[in-house]
């Protein structure tokens, strides 16, 4: 049995974490830190989970992390960082699902995120947490910096054509759209449901912290230099992730050259579905699963190829992922406890 620890335990990644752990069968769930719900049982708050998780929350200084074989970072960024060295030198594996290990680059880490990285000398073993385009690394890694969701569609859509080298890596576009558990389930004005229910905006348009992210793990894929313009959208639904992604051809291709690209990239991916060409994926064929799906199109057969993915924000987008990097990291068949069929309607 593998020992887990959960930092965070009482935030949307932390209980779909506890959600997922606790059909896990090789998952023994030892410490869930809350510092506002110290003491408090977790089936108690989450009584989803009654029956399945008998542990109380406890707050970060006293949980026994340490005990632990690999500890989760449901937490802001930041947090893990300043307590990674530690567990590491514990012999504890670590995987934060938030910004602190995803990026090599540090200036562009402290620009995005506003703080100063406490650890910069583990940032060269940390390994991106993306399974199907890093999964080699992710075997034999302690440390993980799980994707941030929005990249996590925008990396498996333009994959397979910047490999194949036949887009303008130069001239990359993703529209996307999140539900509001994307923000998480701190209080805030914008995420009030009479705030964000029956209406839809874009933000970050200026900018957003995972065009960095994003780039920097694109441009692994290719010569040439990327270039992309991201804007998320906020949607009026829980859960969810839809991105509409485009890309300028630079060569003759088929449709059916096209769709191949695709369906080879991911062929043997368990969590990765690449749709008929020409389908139009809903965010709720994803919903509680960690089931990504793409579809191909090429309006007008024309000389851009348009790339829907759907997956669920909370799920491939974090919690899900994260499991999924910890299956590989102890030698466990990735999909273990990661079964579920999507919720529908
Ligand atoms: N929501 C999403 O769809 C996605 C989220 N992420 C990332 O995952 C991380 C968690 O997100 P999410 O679950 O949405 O966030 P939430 O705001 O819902 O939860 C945050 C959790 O962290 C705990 N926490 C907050 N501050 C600290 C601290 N200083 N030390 C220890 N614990 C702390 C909170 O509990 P308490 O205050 O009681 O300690 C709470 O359990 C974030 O970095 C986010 O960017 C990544 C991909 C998708
Ligand atoms: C809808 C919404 O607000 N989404 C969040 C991103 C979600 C996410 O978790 O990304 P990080 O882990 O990089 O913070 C945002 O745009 O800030």
């Given at each position: 049995m593998i020992k887990i620890g959960i930092v965070g335990g009482t935030g949307y990644t932390g209980v779909e974490l506890l959600r997922i752990l606790a059909t896990?069968?090789?998952a023994q769930l030892t410490a869930i830190t809350s510092r506002k719900e110290d003491g408090v049982p977790v089936a108690q708050m989450y009584p989803s989970l009654r029956g399945r998780v008998d542990l109380a929350f406890s707050s970060p200084d006293k949980a026994n992390l340490n005990e632990c074989d690999v500890v989760f970072f449901a937490t802001p960024h930041g947090v893990a960082m300043a307590q990674a060295p530690e567990l590491l030198a514990n012999g504890v594996k670590v995987i934060d699902?938030?910004?602190?290990?995803?990026?090599?680059?540090?200036?562009?880490?402290?620009?995005?995120?506003g703080m100063e990285h406490s650890c910069k000398d583990l940032l060269s073993e940390a390994v991106y947490g993306l399974p199907e385009l890093n999964r080699d690394k992710i075997k034999s890694a302690r440390l993980i910096g799980n994707p941030g969701c929005y990249p996590t569609t925008m990396q498996l859509g333009f994959a397979p054509l910047l490999k194949a080298g036949v887009i303008d890596a130069g001239n990359l576009i993703a529209d996307c759209k999140s539900g509001v558990s994307g923000a998480g389930r701190k209080a805030e004005i914008g995420i009030l449901f009479s705030e964000s229910s029956d209406s839809f905006k874009a933000y970050g348009v200026a900018g957003h912290r995972h065009t960095p992210e994003t780039i920097e793990q694109l441009q692994h894929l290719t010569q040439d230099k990327v270039s992309l313009l991201f804007t998320p959208h906020l949607v009026p639904m829980i859960r969810g992730m839809h991105s509409t992604l485009y890309a300028q051809l630079t060569q003759e291709i088929s449709n059916e050259a096209l769709q191949a690209l695709f369906e080879d990239a991911y062929k043997d991916e368990t969590f990765v579905d690449v749709m008929p060409f020409g389908s139009h994926p809903e965010t709720r064929s994803t919903r509680a699963s960690n089931m990504l799906r793409i579809a191909v199109h090429r309006p007008g057969n024309g000389k851009h190829v348009v790339i829907l993915v759907v997956q669920d924000n909370l799920v491939k987008g974090a919690s899900g992922q994260a499991v999924q990097c910890m299956n590989i990291m102890f030698g466990l068949d990735e999909s273990t406890g990661l079964q579920h069929v999507p919720v529908n309607p």
């Open positions: 896990h069968p090789q699902l938030a910004a602190d290990f995803r990026m090599q680059d540090v200036a562009q880490f402290e620009k995005w995120y």
